[in-house]
């Protein structure tokens, strides 16, 4: 029977590396083994439980969650051959300051390591024990901080996932290539009037929005992966940096190894949370389906649909401003109906 219980150190355990991990003169976390092969940090005994946990929800006849990019209605933008276009003509800045804003976003994930989970078994009925539920604050949520923004006691030197997006725009652009965009306050979905788990205590509604509010930022984010990766393998791009470019899909690749542990914990604990029956505070009974769902679904509304229209509005308008303001009005006007139109086939397949 596979193990379902584990301490704090086992779930922050690393392997061995051959080989430490650096890339534009970062020093960073994760490492290589003999053969070559990136090894994501932290997850010596933390795949093996995600696995666990997810083989036993499914024999009890639960399925997982649908945390992939079939859950995003519009596509990203702009798209890749519109960015190729971008950068082709000089506007390079829009990727640098895409590359800039993840990676300080990134290292706002830090203090997911500080956060205190509260004991789960508070609200739900079956143990907890063998669930990823009952590890949310025994090293889940620690290593998942120090993922995203470092600060892992045994190793605070090495840089986690903001230093490595940094990584990626330094290889292909340069550090100081253009002056620092201003960053989003929060890009989760923002809180409603009202309660909308009132059948849960406060505390734990919280809790669950943010689970849902991180698994949804982590499938937004495959699909910036999957476009970073798309542009800097595209011959017609950085045609005078190839192996730089190629450097950067590379470490792009490593962070998208790394987000995978993330997606997989946060949707099997999930997922559990829903096949479980949770505690009202009236002092009653729920399925965990019946509660949560209609938030899920709101959540998914958002991030898939709504977030990544106003995440357009605002490029484009900034794509607008800078295209005229460099090319003037008159061919200003033509670049932009180019741009526009290598996105009408994307938007209509979306």
């Known amino acids: 029977m596979a193990k379902l219980r584990y301490t704090r150190d086992e779930l922050i355990a690393s392997h061995d590396f051959a080989r430490p991990h650096e890339a534009a003169g970062y020093r960073l976390h994760g490492g290589f083994d003999a053969d070559g092969a990136y090894v994501s940090p932290r997850v010596r005994n933390r795949w093996p439980a995600v696995e666990a946990w997810s083989a036993a929800l499914e024999a009890r006849g639960w399925p997982l969650l649908d945390a992939t990019t079939s859950l995003l209605e519009l596509p990203a933008y702009p798209n890749v051959e519109q960015e190729r276009l971008l950068l082709g003509a000089g506007f390079g800045q829009f990727l640098w ?177 829903r096949s479980f029956t949770l505690k009202t505070v009236s002092g009653g009974r729920k399925p965990g389906a019946e509660i949560l769902d209609p938030l899920w679904t709101q959540m998914v509304e958002w991030h898939g649909r709504r977030e990544r229209e106003l995440a357009r509005e605002r490029t484009r308008a900034e794509i607008a401003r800078q295209v005229s303001a460099r090319l003037g009005e008159a061919r200003g006007r033509a670049f932009l109906s180019e741009f526009d139109a290598l996105g009408e086939g994307a938007a209509v397949a979306a």
């Open 97 to 273: 300051n895409s590359l800039t804003v993840t990676g300080v976003i990134e290292a706002r994930g830090k203090q997911l390591a500080l956060f205190e989970a509260p004991d789960m078994q508070q609200i739900v009925v079956d143990d907890v024990a063998d669930a990823a539920l009952g590890h949310l604050g025994k090293g889940l949520f620690e290593a998942h901080g120090w993922d995203e923004g470092g600060g892992d006691a045994r190793t605070p030197e090495l840089g986690a996932h903001d230093q490595m997006w940094f990584a990626v725009r330094d290889t292909v652009f340069g550090k100081d290539a253009y002056p620092l965009p201003e960053v989003p306050e929060n890009i989760s979905r923002p809180e409603a009037a009202g309660r909308e788990l009132a059948d849960l205590p406060p505390g734990f509604e919280a809790l669950i929005k943010m689970l849902m509010n991180v698994l949804l930022i982590e499938v937004r984010a495959e699909s910036f992966f999957a476009f970073c990766c798309a542009v800097f393998r595209d011959p017609a791009n950085f045609t005078d940096r190839r192996a730089a470019a190629e450097q950067a899909a590379q470490i792009v690749e490593r962070i998208r190894q790394d987000e995978q542990s993330h997606v997989a914990y946060l949707r099997v604990a999930l997922s559990e949370l």
